[in-house]
């Protein structure tokens, strides 16, 4: 009975050896099985390098595929997500970067460079575009590489309004609370950035780079968003440091250095029916160097239907050698394409404050306001501007049409009543 006993107990831990030998290989299968399911994430928590995925950093093998496996990965995983895009130098292809994510937030950390590619064949719109995402950012000291040079002869918008668009390089559609940190955009084929319907966009600390003759290179353009902020930004490209589009409100500007460009502008208004209104607009401590405007406030002169764009507050800027530093423009037609001529009767400007607006000018007109005699300037207040034109045979003057100014400590020159 002794024996008996002695084997039965024998067998039954085989058994329970057995079955614990097995179920540690099977957890071991499941782990290699998680692992490749999740993609490659270098670390546990949610953090996806995409040379792990197996992008080339040689600047010339096309990475699309990587890239957008990370993205998929990260916008699928829940908790606080991060791509890591490492020093090197990685070709892409359009990007589609779509939400909404499972997580609470992902963060696209940039150190390397990202280039777009230049075959335009492979574009049905932008390079980056990033959709329907919350918490959303991207940091990091690399840049993103739009390549236009090669490509800039193709943009044929001075010619026509229905012209064919190039990418633009990075683009925020329906996103909110998004920080864009650090990084650089350069070279854009089109605009860099561009914010639509977003609300809570801060962008700090970034360098927007092309040169001055670039077409449509756009610094940063933002359309029907609310609450942007644009902090401590150097800007230098071919068309507007930033551009106010329709439906933006609640925006602050501050620390921006812009040139060369042609400043910073609210507008272009009007070309598009059914444009929403721009309100609450605030400029303060910039510098502008080089730019063939400053503060600018523009208009189609055939406006398609009424928009009012008002509230808007500029507040210690200097100007440096700009073009036309102070400008109210209701009759804005570049290139002579506009459809009819005269003043546009359908753009109302009103309430908007100039203080203490300084420096130097390269053209006589200093201040030019040329508002509509249908609908002119309402409530325009300039406290302490004093713009001195830099050449030796004009004299400095403010040229003001359909304007009604309110004026405080203002140089004659500079003045409407001059």
């Not at 280039?115 to 991207?138: F, P, Q, T």
């Not at 106010?244 to 609210?266: A, D, L, Q, W």
């Not at 003001?400 to 100014?405: D, E, G, I, Q």
Request: charged letters at 25%.
């Amino acid at each position: 009975m002794a024996f008996r006993d002695v084997a039965i107990r024998v067998f039954f831990l085989l058994l329970v050896v057995s079955a614990a030998y097995a179920k540690d290989k099977e957890e071991k299968k499941d782990e290699k099985k998680d692992e490749k399911t999740e993609g490659a994430a270098s670390e546990a928590d949610g953090t996806y390098d995409i040379t792990k995925l197996g992008a080339k950093d040689d600047g010339k093998t096309d990475c699309t595929k990587e890239v957008e496996e990370a993205w998929a990965s990260a916008c699928g995983g829940t908790g606080k997500q991060t791509i890591v895009i490492p020093k090197g130098d990685f070709l892409t292809g359009p990007l589609n970067f779509t939400g909404p994510c499972k997580g609470d937030s992902v963060t696209i950390k940039l150190e390397g460079n990202l280039l777009a590619s230049n075959d335009l064949a492979k574009y049905k719109a932008n390079w980056i575009e990033i959709m329907r995402v919350k918490n959303l950012a991207i940091t990091g000291k690399g840049t993103l590489d739009g390549q236009g040079k090669a490509v800039w002869t193709k943009n044929s918008c001075a010619k026509s309004y229905d012209c064919k668009i190039l990418p633009n390089s990075l683009v925020l559609d329906f996103c909110d609370d998004a920080l864009i940190e650090g990084i650089t955009i350069l070279n854009s084929k089109f605009f860099h950035l561009n914010i639509y319907e977003c609300k809570g966009v801060t962008v700090k600390d970034v360098t927007v780079t092309a040169p001055g003759d670039s077409p449509n290179t756009d610094g940063i353009h933002m359309g029907d968003s609310s609450k942007v902020t644009i902090m401590d930004t150097k800007i230098g490209v071919g068309d507007d440091c930033i551009s106010i589009g329709p439906g933006s409100k609640e925006v602050n500007i501050s620390g921006v250095t812009c040139g060369p460009g042609h400043g910073i502008s609210v507008g272009s208004l009007g070309r598009y029916k059914d444009e929403k209104d721009v309100t609450d607009v605030t400029v303060k401590n910039c510098v502008l160097k080089g730019s063939t405007n400053g503060l600018r406030i523009k208009s189609y002169e055939d406006a398609k239907s009424p928009v009012v764009a008002s509230n808007f507050h500029y507040e210690n800027v200097q100007m440096d050698d700009v073009g036309y530093p102070i400008i109210i423009d209701q009759k804005y037609c570049p290139n002579k394409i506009c459809t009819s001529k005269g003043d546009s009767a359908r753009v109302t400007v009103k309430d908007v404050t100039f203080t203490n607006i300084t420096g130097t000018s390269s053209t006589p007109e200093a201040v030019s306001l040329l508002c509509s005699d249908k609908k002119p300037c309402e409530g325009v207040t300039m406290n302490d501007v004093k713009i001195e034109y830099t050449g030796k045979n004009n004299k400095t003057m403010a040229v003001c049409t359909n304007a009604k100014v309110t004026a405080k400590g203002v140089d004659k020159a500079n003045s409407c009543d001059a």
